[in-house]
């Protein structure tokens, strides 16, 4: 086979992927499409070089961007006007022309082959016949021989081909029933019947075909015509309309960075002088002056609009970036590798990621487009693919599986690719006893993990968002996403190899919060976020009691756990605590060591006296990213790019195979160096050690500031940052209610839905966080709009009659309102309006009879008179705030728990380390993270009425009790294990793990 | 009209494709292959792929025959 053509239906998203595979293959590429016509008929079109790829991009953004989403359709119109640079085949069975054919309509059929060749021209159009063994394949392909003769039109022979081998059509099957929503056992006109569209090899077309060789002859001399339209790797970067009276882009970014030089540092010195002009060096060498202004110039419209930012990844090694106020890490001060981030030799594009208060973001992605103009701006795709969870999903519901059933496996299955699930099935003490005949399970298991990695769907990249110099329809078409966003049809690994440049304009919710909590603290506050003390000894107390809950970076139960042992004392304490807890630092055993150097308890020691240059500020430990890259370097001997190839092979997990040969490559380096072989083995095996993911300096370091501050808002501004934390949800690694738990153990008070007091949004007052509305489940903008005007119009609601006149809710949000607490204050039970309400609210409906309270209260009038009980309260509180405001759960049972012998939360600390305890409360977030041993560790934590109690289960209770753990929702639990004693820590090693509905029963 | 017979007949084959069968005491010369088509069938029952034709009979009948990799079948016979 010398050349092959790739066509999706509507798209060019393969087209990437597919030139470089064919190149690979020594194969010449085709780009082409399958478009949808008007009317749903289907079209074949092949590129026959760039003018025809810009033309099929046109074509295809205007079929996508002009008809309802997910239903392009081209219209002839358009297709005549860009018809330049394309062939045109009739199509496959869904073409218009076979399809008059297959109906017998000869006439029409004729007609319309003569109004294609009218338009396109006998040169550009062609009558296109495949053989998929369908009833009335054989007529039909006769017919169009012979249509083609009758209209002087060539045909061309093809093969429709959506798999590669005949065994892959039962996937393809599968997918065709799942886009089609229809079961195995359900019959479906887009469903194939047969296994015949497999890539046939050119004997098999010979022979299929042997009885009509001009066709075949054709499609090669097609073939040879179209040219590969898309040069990879060429750069199409933005182009930034920099200031009058300089020469060009990088003569404006100079004068830039050098003027934020001198307010960076106040005297630019020789050495900040030679670190700026050697990365400006760089970046002009590599033609991204252009991608830097455009960056600052985003950034420079956030500050002036007040939308907090920061600065992350490796970009905070760039000294350009730190003096364009794009980062806000010194990396002249930290010595940070500017390699790390660009260099000549990878040539690679520089990834500048900034983060922007989650709210506001948008603003500066609306900026963008209006800078640059919709041309030349759309935002970056994700290839969703089929992962464990969704293949189960969704081959359950084809197999015919229950929704319980689909739900009870998906919710105890943990997130794995798909290719884990058979291992994972296997392995999962949850996964077993799952009541599912074992024969069905494992056809379902095996037919979902050869879905792993297919595509799903065409996603939305976060905050990819392409700039570029020509317009960006000539590059990719451009179709609409779920939210209405002009989104290309690659994602950002293909865009670059399109010579685009992608800038990640991200969200994150604690900007959003900082930001509140400053507006919650007032202007009369003098809180100042950037003026904040970095050495403010009450924040490095509340770090070292391991009180971190709502602490960015710092809250999960190992980051926990770290801080109670760590003791930190300055901010390059967080800045390793931040990079410590990543599964290389883990893995790669190094936190022990590293707490017990930090502390003086282990003394340093180094393989080669040239270590503790670069390891000396981690006590010997590799933490960062760039300790790999300059031990490679220094060690090793590397060039720049090679020490970073290394980095590169290690963080991305590739091949053993690969590390090997690069740790050869080191040691012989090494010894070469003067380093004896035992320890460049050693030394590399740290380094190995080290692999999978870690953190680099620079974006610990920007991190950790950020991780800082919020640790010093909680402190000092508690009721202002807890409810900041419950205003930007979801937020951070806890549920709402931990939240809550921990604001009130803080002294915060939590005040629950008022409908006179609570606004939209979470409000602050002295010691007090009102609940807003929006928290209230099921809440629209409409209904907090209507209570808000008619209470800024009328006064406040003197009772809950004067609201139900006042405001008109729909049942749902009325019945929620109620439940949750919202008309308390006006002294009525519950129960009481629940049952008035369902009254006043039939009166006044429009006939339509809704009722309010569950039907079986009618049955019982005499209920209303009474209140429900507190657990009833609570776990409607729970259902539609996500949290108690009347009590904690645990609460209500803590009396007959403490009858049963359980030590709370708040106890923990005065039992004896070693001593056996029970424990109960609701579970928040068991997971199993990655150990040094290799084996499955799970953690959790158990949430009661005054906090949080942290547990490990060691793999034997885990298999033991793993269904109980992971039970697919949340009940409350109770442990019995034994209390371990970490530093300023308490935690459980459970023993036993069960309902504790079987005690409280 | 058709009638669905579904029985299993003896067929002669050249090249893999049908020649002639054996049907209620005679033997039906394949005069022409009318169609041919493939259905994959219920594959997640392990049902076996089959090959239909459509063809004319010598006599001037037109029969519907398959093979499913293993038997010849007289799948239907139209009037």
Same mark, same amino acid.
């Not at chain 1, 991200?506 to 900007?511: K, P, Q, Y």
């Not at chain 1, 930007?728 to 709402?736: A, D, L, T």
């Not at chain 1, 489940?777 to 907090?784: D, I, L, P, S």
């Not at chain 1, 380390?913 to 609701?922: C, M, Q």
């Given at each position: ?25 020594g194969?010449?590429? %085709?780009?082409?499409?399958? @478009?949808?016509?008007?009317? +749903? ?10 003018? *025809? ?35 045109? /085949?009739?199509g ?16 029409? &059929?004729?007609e %319309?082959a ?32 012979q ?8 045909? @061309? ?44 090899t ?5 022979i =299929? ?20 339209? #898309?040069?990879?790797?060429t ?17 404006? /970014?100079?004068h ?11 005297? $630019? ?40 930012? &920061? +600065? ?14 794009i ?26 990621? !900034? ?17 640059? *103009? ?9 290839y ?6 969704s ?22 299955l ?7 699930? =058979?291992?994972?099935?296997?392995t /999962? ?6 009541? !599912? ?26 905050? +990819? ?5 020509n317009? %960006? ?26 010579? #685009?440049v ?16 400053l ?23 509340r770090?070292?009691?391991?009180d971190?809950v709502g ?14 042992r ?9 800045v390793?605590?931040? &990079?410590? %807890? ?8 190094m ?32 933490l960062?990213?760039?300790q ?5 370097s ?25 590390? =090997? ?18 320890? &460049? ?46 205003n ?9 209610s ?23 949004e ?14 209230i ?8 709009e ?31 309102? !109620?439940?949750?607490g919202?008309?308390?204050?006006? +002294? ?16 006044d ?23 429900f ?38 106890? !923990? ?22 150990t ?38 949340? /009940? ?17 090693v ?12 | 009209?058709?009638? $669905? ?69 007289l799948y239907?016979?139209?009037?």
């Open positions: 086979m010398t050349s092959l053509a790739i066509t999706d239906h509507n798209n060019v998203s393969g087209a990437v992927r597919f030139i470089k595979a064919s190149r690979e293959a194969i010449k590429p %085709i780009i082409g499409c399958e @478009v949808t016509m008007e009317g +749903g008929f289907h079209l074949t079109l092949l590129c026959k070089n760039d003018a *025809g790829y810009r033309n099929l991009c046109s074509i295809l953004t205007d079929a996508h961007l002009s008809n309802k989403r997910g239903q392009p359709e081209v219209s002839l119109t358009s297709l005549a006007l860009h018809k330049e640079g394309l062939f045109v /085949l009739s496959c069975r869904k073409g218009l022309i076979p399809s008059l054919i297959l109906q017998k309509r000869f006439k029409e &059929a004729l %319309i003569q109004d294609y060749k009218n338009v396109f021209g006998k040169e550009s159009f062609f009558i296109e016949v495949s053989e998929s063994l369908l009833p009335g394949s054989m007529s039909l392909n006769r017919n169009l021989w249509l083609a003769d009758i209209v002087d039109l060539h045909s @061309v022979v093809t093969n429709n081909v959506h798999y590669a081998e005949k065994e892959d059509f039962k996937i393809h099957d599968i997918l065709t029933c799942i886009r089609t929503s229809t079961k195995l056992e359900d019959v479906h006109p887009e469903r194939r019947l047969n296994r015949e569209n497999y890539l046939k050119e004997m098999e077309m010979g =299929e075909h042997a009885d009509y060789c001009e066709g075949l002859h054709n499609s090669w001399a097609l073939a040879k015509e179209c040219e590969c339209p #898309l040069e990879l790797g750069p199409n970067f933005p182009a930034f309309d920099y200031y009058e009276g300089f020469s060009s882009a990088s003569h404006f /970014l100079r830039l960075v050098y003027l934020g030089a001198e307010q960076r540092y106040g005297k $630019v010195t020789s050495d900040i002088k030679a670190r700026l002009d050697r990365e400006l060096n760089v970046i002009n060498h590599l033609g991204y002056a252009d991608y830097f202004l455009v960056v600052w110039d985003l950034v420079k419209f956030a500050t002036r609009c007040g939308i907090r930012h &920061a +600065g992350r990844g490796s970009a905070a090694d760039s000294a350009v970036a730190y003096c364009l106020g980062t806000d890490v010194d990396p002249i001060a930290q010595n940070l590798l500017f390699e790390r981030f660009m260099s000549l030799e990878r040539g690679e594009k520089p990834d500048i990621d !900034i983060d922007f208060d989650a709210r506001r973001r948008d603003e500066v992605t609306a900026y963008v487009y209006s800078k640059y *103009g919709d041309e030349h701006v759309a935002s970056v795709a994700t969703n693919t089929f992962q464990g969870r293949s189960i999903r969704e081959v359950g519901k084809v197999m015919g599986y229950s929704p319980d059933e689909i739900d009870l496996i998906a919710k105890r943990p997130h794995v690719p798909g290719y884990m699930l =058979e291992n994972v099935f296997k /999962l003490p949850e996964l077993k006893n799952l009541d !599912i005949p074992e024969k069905r399970l494992n056809v379902l298991v095996e037919t979902a993990s050869k879905l792993s990695g297919l595509p799903r769907y065409l996603g939305t990249h976060l905050g +990819g968002v392409v700039i570029s110099r317009p %960006i329809t000539q590059f990719s078409p451009l179709e609409k996403s779920a939210k209405g966003v002009k989104i290309l049809q690659f994602d950002k690994d293909d865009v670059e190899d399109l010579g #685009l992608k800038i990640d304009l991200l969200s994150l919710r604690t900007l959003g919060a900082v930001e509140d909590s507006r919650f603290a007032g202007t009369g506050s003098g809180l100042d976020y950037d003026g904040i003390p970095l050495d403010d000894p009450d924040t490095f107390n770090l070292k009691s391991a971190t602490i960015f970076q710092l809250e999960s139960p190992a980051q926990r756990g770290l801080q109670g760590l003791e930190a004392e300055n901010i390059e304490d967080v390793a605590s931040v &990079a410590l %807890i990543r599964p290389g630092p883990i893995k790669g055993n936190v022990e060591p590293f707490i017990k150097r930090r502390k003086g308890e282990e003394e340093v020691k180094y393989l080669d006296p040239r270590l503790e240059g670069i390891l000396g500020k981690t006590y010997g430990v590799i960062f990213q760039e790999v890259i300059e031990i490679a220094t060690i090793g001997g590397f060039t720049p790019g090679e020490a970073d190839n290394l980095r590169r092979t290690m963080t991305h997990g590739r091949s053993v195979e690969e590390m =090997e040969k690069i740790g050869e490559t080191f040691i012989e380096r090494a010894v070469q160096n003067g380093v004896q072989e035992e320890a &460049a083995r050693e030394i590399f095996e740290c380094m190995k050690g080290y692999a999978s993911y870690g953190f680099c300096e620079a974006h610990a370091r920007a991190f950790a500031t950020t991780a800082y501050k919020t640790g010093y808002l909680i402190q000092h501004y508690p009721a202002e940052f807890y409810g900041a934390i419950l930007n949800q979801p937020m951070g690694f806890y549920p709402v931990t939240v809550c738990v921990e604001a009130e153990r803080h002294g915060v008070e939590i005040l629950g839905p008022s409908v006179n007091q609570s606004e939209k979470v409000s602050v007052k002295g010691n007090g966080i009102r609940i807003p509305f929006k928290m489940k099921g809440m629209t903008e409409r209904a907090m209507s209570i808000i005007s008619e209470r800024e119009k009328g006064g406040k609601f003197s009772s809950a009659n004067d609201f139900m006149k006042r405001v008109k809710l729909d049942k749902d949000i009325m019945r929620n309102l !109620i439940l949750c919202a008309f308390d204050e006006f +002294g009525v039970f519950r129960r009481t309006l629940l049952w008035q309400c369902k009254d006043l609210y039939l009166a409906s429009s006939g339509q009879k809704e009722t309010l309270v569950e039907p079986s209260y009618y049955e019982y009038p005499n209920i209303s008179e009474a209140e009980s507190l657990e009833e309260k609570v776990s409607y509180e729970y259902e539609i705030l996500g949290f108690g405001i009347s009590a904690h759960p645990m609460e209500i049972w803590r009396d007959k728990l403490k009858e049963k012998g359980f030590t709370s939360s708040q106890e !923990i600390c005065m039992v004896k380390a070693g001593d056996f305890v029970k424990v109960g409360g609701i579970p928040v977030r068991p997971h199993r993270p990655p040094k041993s290799g084996r499955t560790v799970v953690f959790l934590s158990l949430e009661d009425e005054c906090g949080l109690v942290d547990v490990t289960c060691f793999e034997q209770v885990y298999a033991k009790y793993g269904e109980f753990l992971f039970p697919g929702e949340r /009940l409350p639990l109770g442990i019995w294990g034994q209390v371990q004693k970490r530093g300023n820590t308490f935690s459980i459970a023993k036993t793990v069960f309902p504790l509905s079987y005690v409280l029963s | 009209m058709s009638k $669905v017979i579904d029985q299993p007949v003896l067929m002669v084959v050249e090249d893999g494709e049908p020649k002639r069968f054996f049907w209620i005491k005679k033997w039906v010369n394949v005069k022409d292959v009318v169609d041919k088509w493939s259905e994959s069938g219920r594959w997640w029952d392990e049902e076996r792929e089959k090959t239909f034709y459509r063809v004319l009979g010598g006599e001037g009948g037109v029969y519907e025959i398959y093979f499913d990799n293993k038997h010849w079948k239907k016979v139209f009037d």
